[in-house]
């Protein structure tokens, strides 16, 4: 006896519907997602003042490329300059201090300085920066 088995003829799998349920999950997860850190707390960050004059009064701190510094124009020691902006808050409670730092002046040369400021007292520290031509 001779057993025969029937041709079955394989039908062409198709993969169109597992991409549509990879896309589908894709797009899924990009809308549900994080794309970036947030912070626990609300956290509303400063405006720039750009194209406005700057506030009158006050002393003007400025750094060099390499962190040398001068105030109101003279230059002198991270020691001397302290000591002169101590006893100028002495003199003025609400003394305003600009910070007019060269662009390629390292942050460790801009911030320490406005964070002692603020440590001594000093609550209004302008930062001097120049705006984006305008094309």
Same mark, same amino acid.
């Given at each position: ?49 750009? %194209? ?5 009064? %006050? ?59 603020? %440590? ?14 305008e094309p």
């Amino acid at each position: 006896m001779k057993l025969t088995r029937s041709n079955r003829t394989q039908g062409s799998e198709t993969i169109i519907a597992l991409i549509d349920v990879v896309f589908f999950l894709l797009v899924f997860f990009m809308i549900i997602g994080r794309m970036d850190a947030t912070a626990p707390f609300s956290v509303d960050p400063p405006v720039a003042q750009s %194209g406005k004059d700057m506030p009158a009064g %006050g002393a003007t701190i400025a750094i060099s490329r390499t962190g040398a510094m001068a105030l109101d124009g003279f230059e002198m020691t991270r020691s001397e300059l302290e000591a002169k902006l101590t006893g100028m808050l002495g003199q003025d409670e609400t003394l305003r201090l600009r910070i007019n730092a060269h662009r390629d002046a390292e942050l460790r040369h801009v911030l320490p300085l406005v964070g002692w400021a603020e %440590g001594i007292g000093i609550r209004d520290v302008v930062l001097v920066v120049t705006p984006t031509p305008e094309p």
